[in-house]
Structures are given as C-alpha cells and as structure tokens.
C-alpha cells in the first residue's frame, strides 16, 4: 500500500519493558518525523531524519532512541519505557521543502503500565 | 524562535454556522504556513497552504489567507457541517533551508446539528 503505515496500531506495555514504533513511507520521502501528542501539549517532535543515517533530536528526545537505516524505515524505541511515555506517536514524511506538507500515519496508541 | 498561536479551544458551532480558527505566527524570514486537520482516530492531513504573502489557500470550502503585515493565517469557513468536527492544527515551515515545522497547540471543533 502506498502513504506511510504505523505499526502497532495500539500498545499495552510495561515499566521497564523495551518497546520499538515502526513507521514505513513509500513515497521515499527525505524527511521522516517522530511526535508525540498529549493533551494540553498538541505535537511534539521527538526525533527527526534529513535522510539515511542522519538523525536529529527534537524537542522531546529523552528516553527515546531513533535510526534510520534504510530511507523508507525510521522506527522509534523506548529503551526502558516509563508511565510519562503513556501518548500516542506520530511518524510523519515530507519532501523537506518550504513549502511542501508533511504526511503522517494513523498513529500509535502506547499505554505504559 | 519560530512560533505559531491558535486560539484556545474546543469551539462549539451549529450546523451552517461561520467559523473562524486564529493563527498567528513569529518567525524570521518569509516562512510557508499550513492547516492540518486531524478527524478523530487518525492522523493530521493537510487542509490547505500558502506559501507566500498575499496568498489564499482553499480546499473544501476552508479559506485563510497569509497577511504578512499581521503575521496571520486563520481559518474560516462561511457554513460549517458536523462532518468539519476536528481538530484544526496552524503550522509554519521557516524560510531559508530545511528546518523543523513548527505547529500550533490545535483548536478542537465540535459542529452540532
């Protein structure tokens, strides 16, 4: 299927526990995001990609760890997740310039217990 | 810093009734701006953009229009159905190379019958 795809849809974890986000793009977009939305907050970046092995922190990078191999996967890890990780995430893509749009998933529901 | 402000939420309309969603923004430069829509359970999706002052941006009767003089992007449609029920996010890509979009906090909207 063509777009970006999300995987797991929704995720029960727990503290402690090591849980990896999976986002596929076909479009082989340069750019590739990682948000976080909750409440009171709207989007947050956690991590970002300009291509292939480049990756950058955003705003809220703590507890996270991201890589990005291959153009078209940039999956997201918590290392060790913890109740304040409870969000859903976001992988978006995006041509990266000016004046183009980013594309997102579905998102992911992870609840950390 | 780049910085977008929407005004706070929820809003709740009748059907038919006009809507306005404000958006203003800070940033050096000559930045894109962009609404994003964001239906229950899903992703953002792009809405409408503009990319320089002056500009109208417009898609399913949703309009705003890029006033550089009051650094300002708001949303209006003349006759809201229950379907626009969402939430409605203000973005900025910055001028002058790839840098992180910025995104507003997000206006929900309730539209009821």
């Known amino acids: 299927d063509a777009g970006i795809t999300q995987s797991p849809r929704y995720k029960i974890t727990e503290t402690g526990r090591q849980v990896t986000l999976m986002c596929h793009q076909t479009w082989s977009h340069s750019y590739m995001f990682w948000y976080r939305q909750d409440l009171g907050h709207g989007l947050r970046l956690i991590y970002y990609s300009a291509a292939a092995d480049i990756t950058d922190k955003g705003e809220v990078p703590d507890g996270y760890v991201v890589s990005r191999s291959k153009t078209e996967n940039f999956p997201l890890t918590l290392e060790s997740a913890t109740r304040s990780q409870t969000s859903v995430y976001f992988c978006?893509?995006?041509?990266?310039?000016?004046?183009?749009?980013?594309?997102f998933g579905q998102g992911t529901r992870l609840t950390v217990v | 810093g780049n910085s977008v402000t929407q005004m706070e939420g929820p809003v709740t309309l009748s059907e038919e009734a006009f809507l306005t969603i404000n958006c203003t923004y800070t940033a050096t430069g000559y930045p894109s701006l962009f609404w994003y829509v964001q239906y229950p359970g899903e992703g953002l999706q792009l809405l409408l953009k503009a990319t320089k002052a002056d500009d109208k941006g417009s898609n399913k009767g949703f309009e705003a229009t890029y006033r550089k003089e009051t650094t300002s992007f708001h949303l209006e449609k003349g006759s809201v159905q229950v379907s626009d029920s969402a939430v409605y996010f203000c973005a900025l890509n910055p001028s002058g190379g790839y840098q992180k979009v910025t995104f507003g906090t997000g206006t929900k909207l309730q539209v009821i019958p």
């Open positions: 978006a893509s995006s041509e990266g310039g000016k004046s183009t749009e980013a594309f």
